[in-house]
Every structure is written in C-alpha cells, then in structure tokens.
C-alpha cells in the first residue's frame, strides 16, 4: 500500500507544485487536514463496529475505486483543472490513513514486549514500501508521466485488495467479535456514543501531553516539508511536462536514498535503541533534529527570500529518516500505557485529529508569515517551537513514567503486565518515590519482573528472587 501511494504522491506533487505553483502548497495544509479530520472521525465511528479485517479491506478497495476515478478526471482538459488539486488532497490523506488504519489494527495485535520487537519491523515495511514507490516512480516517470501516476496508485492498491481476498489468514485482534447489543443503536445514539469516546480520550492525562507533543510533530514537519519543497522547486525551475517529471524524478530520488538510510537505521538500530534507553528517551530524537536542522537552516540560508537545497533536504529528513525509523515506532509503543478499550480510538484521535489540527495551524503560519515577513523568520520561528516541543517531550516523559508506576497495581492484568514488561526499560522515566511506594504493593503476577526492575535502579539492594 505504502508503494503504491507513494507513486501517487510523487505525481500529485509534482502537478501541484509545477502547474499552480509552491506558493499555493499551504493553501493544500488547510484544506487537506479538513478531508484528514471528516476522515479520521469515520474510522472513529467504524473502529469499534467492524471487524478489523473487514475495515481494512473496505479501505483498500474505496482507494482503488477512488484512484480510477480521479486519474480519469485528470485526463480531462476542464475537469482536470478542478480534479487535480483533489488528486494532491486525496494523495496525501491516504498515506496518513494508511498509518492509522494499520496501527488501529495491528496495535491490538500484541503486548507490549511484542511490540517492542515487532513495531519496529513493521515500520520498516514501510521504509521498503517508500523504496519500491521511489525507485518505480522515478523509472515510469519518462515513461507514463507525473500527471498518469494516480492510475498507477490504482493498480498497485487493486493487487493489494486481491492478496488480501486471497490470503485469509490474518488475524482479527480484538476487533474480531462486534456485539451490536453493547453498541448504541440509531444516529443520535451513535453521535453521543462517538462524542463519549473523545472525551474518554481527552481525559486521559497521559495522551492530553502526548496529544502537545504530535501537534507539534506535524507542525514542525509540515514547515519543513514546506521549506523543502520550495528548495526542490528552485532546483528544479521551468515548466511543462519535462519539468514535471523531473521534479517528480528528483523528489523521488531523495525519497528514496533516505528511506534506504532509514531502512538501515531500523534494521540495526531502533530495536536495540527501545530496548537499551527506553522509549522515553528516544522520543528526544525527533525534537533535537529539529532543534538542530531548523537552527543550521537559518544560519546557512543565502538570503532571507530563500533555502538552500541542501538546507531543506535535512529538514526533509525529519520526516524522511527520524520519524519512520525512530520516532514513530517509540510513539506507537506509548499507547501501549493506554487501556486497550480506548487504545484504538486514541490513535485515531492522535494521528487523524491531532494530526490534521497541527498540519492546518503550521499552514496559517506559513501563509501569515510569507505574506508578512519572509523564509529566514519561518526558519526563526521553527527553532523557537523545537524548543517547545523539546520541553513537552520532557513533560511527556515525567507523564509517562508515573502512568507505568500507576499501571503496575492496575486492575486490568493486561495493563498490570504491559507496565511490568515496559518497566524494565522505562525505570529510569518513573520518579524514586512511585518506585518505592511500589515496594510491598506489587500484585502477585507481575512481581517478579517489577522487583528484578526495582533492583536494576537500586530502589532494592537486592531481590531474593532475582536470578541470572
């Protein structure tokens, strides 16, 4: 799925960009995080009342129907005009519903120290996914064009739709049994039953600093991903079809190379990294390339209209390496600290809502901030808010560290063993106090592994039972 829409992408860009112009790309952050929110809070409503498995299949097949329709309306002179933005909007709501979709459904798969192992595998996948996108779209791209690669997103997700039907194996989670009894029943019952589940979410003190810290994720993301392409449009200046396939060319080349360094880092790195510093710390990754990127950028831009390319490209890599390989595999293991009852609609609420709110806030800043300042206060800016986000980051951790202390005498025993599996590496993020108050107080299934913990930070000297 992650190829195919990548070809998508490629091409839908690669019009926007050559035929309406960069300037009109924030524009697209409105409008686009408007479609995401319309479609996040479908997933909201269905993620509860349809089997899991029976959700994704619905997904892939209105892609693929949805992908036909619009590469025809593309090849009209008229309509094409209008179909072509909606190409760019489309292109890009289903690569963050493909994330949500996939982590709604596997997320529920697994306990936490199965996570740990597999997220980062799964991620991965995606990485491969962008490789194979990149590299067949910059070799059909002489071939078929930039403006025919929707129909070529159409055929890769129609194979995927017919190996989903073929293949019958997959698992369905805890999504496998809808009792529709238990489900609120007619509009204004649904309504009231999906408004419950937001504020659920919403009081959970856990996600609500979490929730901080994803609008700034994709604020910071979308400034970048802004910056850069308008980089990649200096670089590749011009007009008419050749420009377009180049721009679709370049853009994927960088796609790609990053995405095989990223492919390596979580091939070698992020698994060990999880298991060796915790998911805490390795949320710091993000915030502090950031930091660093947004700052060198400003530092080294030529003048205060423009960014170099290669300035841009490392903010690029932000969303290209350190979110893929690192970051989103750590945040998808804090919803592991979240009551499985509302872990799914958490991160459709996260990735969908939170998601689209900071795509559509970082838009209204770039439009502001171009038509009232210029490139070099954008970057300014982007320095001051991963600074932000580098404090909320250590809020997150504080938080985090006293949900897995309150976790470990949970009622729920899957949440008392999720805590007790994850504190092996998370000891360090729960304050002293909680850890010695836990001393004495720790149910009987979960306490050889909390006090092997326990004595790893030194709150006991020793565990009796303890062994090698």
Not at 243 to 266: G, N, P, R
Not at 353 to 377: E, H, R, Y
């Amino acid at each position: 799925m992650v190829g195919a829409d990548w070809i998508g992408k490629l091409g839908a860009d690669a019009l926007f960009v050559k035929r309406y112009g960069v300037q009109y790309v924030p524009w697209m952050y409105i409008i686009t995080p408007v479609a995401m929110l319309a479609v996040s809070a479908l997933i909201f409503f269905f993620v509860d009342r349809v089997r899991r498995r029976t959700l994704l299949l619905w997904y892939v097949a209105g892609v693929t129907l949805l992908s036909v329709a619009i590469q025809l309306g593309i090849t009209f002179p008229v309509a094409g005009n209008i179909v072509q933005p909606i190409s760019y909007v489309f292109a890009h709501g289903v690569k963050e519903t493909i994330y949500i979709l996939f982590w709604v459904y596997a997320g529920n798969l697994y306990d936490a120290e199965q996570s740990k192992r597999l997220f980062p595998f799964f991620a991965g996948s995606v990485l491969v996914g962008k490789i194979a996108g990149g590299f067949l779209g910059a070799a059909i791209a002489p071939i078929i064009h930039a403006e025919n690669f929707i129909g070529a997103q159409a055929v890769g997700f129609f194979i995927c739709f017919v190996a989903l039907v073929i293949y019958r194996g997959l698992p369905e989670g805890h999504g496998s049994k809808i009792d529709s009894d238990e489900r609120p029943h007619g509009l204004r019952g649904s309504i009231r039953d999906s408004v419950d589940g937001y504020r659920t979410v919403a009081r959970d003190r856990l996600l609500q600093t979490f929730a901080v810290g994803v609008f700034f994720w994709y604020f910071l993301m979308q400034f970048a991903n802004f910056l850069y392409l308008l980089g990649l449009n200096q670089a590749a200046a011009g007009n008419g079809v050749a420009s377009e396939d180049f721009f679709s060319q370049l853009y994927a080349s960088v796609y790609t190379s990053s995405s095989i360094v990223a492919l390596f880092i979580q091939s070698v790195i992020t698994s060990a990294a999880l298991r060796r510093l915790g998911i805490a710390r390795v949320l710091f990754v993000l915030p502090l390339w950031y930091l660093a990127t947004y700052a060198g950028a400003a530092i080294s831009a030529p003048d205060a209209l423009t960014i170099g390319f290669i300035a841009g490209v490392a903010l690029q890599l932000g969303e290209r390496i350190v979110i893929p390989a690192i970051h989103r595999p750590a945040a998808e293991l804090v919803y592991s600290q979240v009551s499985a009852d509302i872990r799914p609609r958490a991160r459709a609420f996260l990735s969908g809502g939170v998601n689209a709110f900071g795509n559509m806030v970082a838009a209204v800043g770039l439009i502001v901030g171009l038509a009232a300042s210029d490139v070099q206060t954008l970057l300014a800016v982007g320095t001051g808010l991963s600074v932000v986000y580098l404090y909320n980051t250590f809020h997150t951790r504080a938080v985090f560290g006293r949900r897995i202390a309150e976790n470990i005498t949970s009622i729920e025993p899957d949440v008392r063993r999720s805590a007790a599996e994850i504190l092996a590496t998370e000891h360090a993020a729960v304050p002293d106090e909680l850890l010695r108050s836990l001393n004495g107080a720790i149910p009987a299934d979960v306490e050889h592994g909390v006090r092997v913990a326990l004595t790893r930070r030194g709150v006991l000297a020793v565990a009796a039972d303890v062994t090698e």
